[in-house]
């Protein structure tokens, strides 16, 4: 045993402290945003039920649903189940159910749904709740991809008002400026329109094909985008009606004109394009901004889609400009939310944060503050029994003050306290020798400059009270 | 599949945002005092290797580890061994190696452990870690004890020093302190002491059944000890010697002294108190108080034995005297913590917090501070169009000064707008009728004293800013 390395299961990750103060750095403004914004903090089990979460994700999504082993004699079911016919045969998927009845949340929309129906009597509609905890999935992990993560999300349910999604839009804004981010495009496009715009060329029946080809416009140019919609049953004259529509340019005032004559027959797609102005003109007045002014960081995109079965309204996704990286936020509406659970007619409107991601942004970017890096202010060193002793009621003079304070725990050598002072990027040290006993002054260290003064104790209480 | 009633499994919990508030109060409490010690926050993946888990609880705890089915076609390992060998039979022993690989985390310790040795070349010793994550025991739920629950572990390793014991008092008090608690104390005893009692009554290798016996004093009483130890081999003759130890009465000095007589030929006796000793030379000296004076809060109980073969040195337990409830917290220090992955010679001491208890008990005394209840600070009602578009500038004049602010989404009824405020404990409201558009005057009301009052929207935020 003993000379078994030990490591963590693939596509998991420790946290050092170091990662640890980014990342609540990360999750600390995005809560505090949310907050501002009304938006309450639940949690939710990691645990479900695995009928909770069956059939909510596709199939694709079933497989990657982590199954819990259940707990005891687990064998006990299969066994009695064989007995009593013998021509039960055992497979994977035979078993599954008799020997796993939990599972650990895939996402946290569906247990939020779950919370939603489950507490209905004592929550107060509209419902906003925030919720940062990690889901699990048994995807390939790869660069980026991991089977833990962390999900930071808001949904507001049981409200249509419009003011939701132009607020999101301003959380998004805000969270990304606190976090230094400059330069950061949120979209937003609208079910609806897709949906008129599968309508006016005659294809209603295909909006899922149509959506998934021109979702990747990014991607694959608009020949791949063709070549795909050929593939996928729309011929070359419903092409030629879609591209201008697909290759819309200008400022998102007009792709809405442009987008008003295209759709001019179609409820549905001026429904949409009714609703993008309506968010628009809660921005505006949120804001005092122009349109063109909020479009430095907002824009309308008919090309995003995702998860179009999912959603029904807004669908937003937010990208940095400043390094090249997929999507770091995304969400939408979703009518219907808690529909699977037997509770009809509350609708939903959510956006997540991708925080992994806007981790790797801010440490490319350089964007974390120094402070983010420290936590103890000050290490007093300890070099024999004579100075610990001199050291303890110093220590219990800076922590009286609220300062995070350590007097290295046994006498060691100058260099080895010097180094866990640098390693844990402690700012200020206390050197406490034969001199600073008998002056009574104490040197104090910044690890930063390598500067030392020499202080009595309150200048020393006094200076780092201030840092 | 809509008439399904959703539930949460066995054991688990969802919490509401009031409880999130009051949760994350205690765990942010605890969390500031273990950085004002120099502890550094990291977290472990919530999924470890089974082999990492297996064999560190004994039998029983193995049995209570939450087990994750493989992903994929799991049965396919079991068919192709039974094929192999025919013989080969299906029990719930034989099928986990090759049906499950990985476990959901049982405690933090074990995590840690593999932590540091998988990072002993990035860690300066000596580490101080905390880890405030959930923990995961497929244990029979009942009042008070969960299937998913938090645990609030700090841990030094590398360091032998009893400085790290008394600070770890010291944590242990100013953190309950925080938490608004006024009468609680915090035991200690030394597995030495135990050792060394052991020894004197000549029956060493009988030490864990002499404390598992002498921890059930609180509950079963001297008799039942009794009764218990001469089951568990202990003469007579033993018992009575046992007894005055046990049934030791006054202050810590007075039982320190009285030990130091009935351990006198006991080296690792003496060396047990020598040890309590220095932890209380520690402390006085980083409180300034006396023993006497350090009593108050602080025990020396040479009954306690929690954990015993886990622990090598300093035991600690937390009872609070403010409410019925067991220990809220409780450690001690454990040579060779990283041994089980072979990495020797680490010695390492920790403390647990229990949130969940603790939670109970700052319920029971009503501790909670009024403000951990609220989060918006104030509600803009909503009647009408003209009343929402009245509204949204001044919400914006709000947020700007960051204060929580959020604007009802959608036209309703008074009644319905004052219940959302009074349930999401939002305290002040602003109510905007034709009145206020028409003389620019805002009645806020104060949801808790019902007073209103009619304020200038510059008024308002300058009132809003300062509660």
């Known amino acids: 045993m003993a000379n078994i390395k030990p490591s963590v299961p693939k596509g998991t990750r420790d946290f050092s402290p170091s990662e640890m103060v980014k990342r609540n750095y990360i999750f600390d403004t995005i809560k505090s945003v949310f907050r501002k914004y009304g938006y309450q903090e639940i949690q939710t089990p990691s645990m479900e039920n695995l009928s909770t979460l069956t059939g909510k994700y596709g199939d694709e999504g079933d497989k990657l649903i982590f199954k819990m082993l259940n707990s005891g004699d687990f064998w006990a079911d299969p066994e009695s189940k064989k007995q009593k016919s013998a021509d039960f045969t055992y497979t994977s998927k035979s078993l599954l159910p008799l020997i796993s009845e939990k599972a650990l949340r895939y996402d946290l929309t569906v247990p939020f749904a779950r919370y939603v129906v489950m507490h209905q009597n004592e929550i107060s509609f509209p419902f906003k709740r925030f919720q940062v905890q990690p889901v699990w999935r048994a995807d390939r992990p790869q660069k980026g991809r991991y089977r833990e993560f962390y999900q930071c999300d808001a949904d507001v349910v049981g409200s249509e008002s419009l003011l939701n999604e132009a607020e999101f839009v301003l959380i998004y804004k805000e969270a990304l400026s606190l976090l230094g981010l400059k330069d950061f495009t949120i979209k937003i496009n609208n079910r609806k329109i897709l949906s008129g715009i599968a309508e006016i060329i005659g294809k209603p029946e295909l909006i899922v094909d149509m959506t998934v080809a021109i979702d990747k416009l990014d991607k694959i140019g608009i020949e791949g985008v063709t070549k795909e919609l050929l593939e996928r049953g729309f011929s070359e004259q419903d092409i030629d009606q879609l591209k201008p529509v697909i290759l819309l340019q200008g400022s ?30 809660y921005l505006k007045k949120l804001t005092a901004c122009s349109l063109d002014e909020l479009s430095l960081f907002f824009e309308l995109d008919i090309t995003l889609a995702r998860g ?125 020798g034969s001199d600073e006993m008998l002056s009574g002054k104490l040197t104090l260290k910044n690890m930063q400059l390598g500067t030392q003064e020499l202080l009595t104790k309150e200048e020393l209480i006094a200076k780092l009270k201030k840092a």
Do not use: C, W
């Open 252 to 281: 998102t005032e007009d792709k809405l004109s442009a987008l008003k004559k295209v759709l001019s027959t179609s409820t549905i797609g001026l429904k949409g394009i009714a609703e993008i102005e309506s968010i628009i003109d």
């Open 308 to 432: 179009l079965n999912y959603y029904t309204g807004a669908i937003f996704e937010v990208k940095t400009n400043e390094a090249a990286m997929g999507s770091i936020g995304g969400g939408g509406r979703y009518d219907d939310l808690t529909g699977m659970f037997g509770l009809k007619g509350l609708t939903g409107a959510g956006i997540s944060f991708g925080a992994d991601r806007i981790y790797d942004v801010l440490e490319e970017l350089n964007l974390f503050p120094a402070g983010t890096s420290s936590t103890t202010e000050v290490l007093i060193t300890n070099f024999d029994e004579q100075a610990e002793q001199y050291a303890l009621p110093i220590i219990k003079a800076l922590r009286d003050q609220n300062i995070a304070a350590e007097l290295y725990p046994s006498a060691a050598k100058l260099k080895k306290q010097m180094s866990y002072a640098d390693d844990k990027h402690i700012p200020y040290v206390v050197l406490i």
